[in-house]
């Protein structure tokens, strides 16, 4: 189900991402570009279609995948986010000798 509260990033920004310091948030930001890598790779095995491989179709292709990695990353579906954060919660458990 589309959630109209998502916070769409521009295709460039970068600098947000080295300002995050929840491990939520940096835990949901891990799933999204693990996706969208998933995504990229899959849309290796297409061809253009009409539209041929060209640079703009390429750079179309690849924003839209980021649209769509971040909708999924919040979806929560995937759990690789609740996985990463257990690992975390793990080692900090272990790693203070609580």
Same mark, same amino acid.
């Given at each position: ?13 970068? /600098? ?10 940096? !835990? ?5 570009? %693990?996706?969208?890598?998933?995504? /990229?790779? %899959?849309? /290796? ?9 060209? %640079? !703009? ?6 924003? %839209? ?27 900090? /458990? ?5």
């Amino acid at each position: 189900m589309f959630d109209p509260d998502i916070k769409i990033k521009p295709y460039w920004d970068t /600098k947000q991402l080295s300002q995050m310091k929840d491990p939520e948030e940096i !835990a949901q930001e891990f799933e999204a570009i %693990f996706i969208r890598m998933i995504l /990229k790779e %899959f849309r /290796k095995t297409l061809d253009g279609g009409i539209f041929g491989n060209s %640079f !703009a179709y390429s750079m179309n292709m690849d924003m %839209f995948d980021m649209q769509i990695a971040e909708v999924i990353a919040s979806s929560g579906q995937i759990g690789l986010k609740q996985y990463i954060l257990n690992a975390i919660e793990t080692y900090q /458990k272990y790693s203070t000798g609580e």
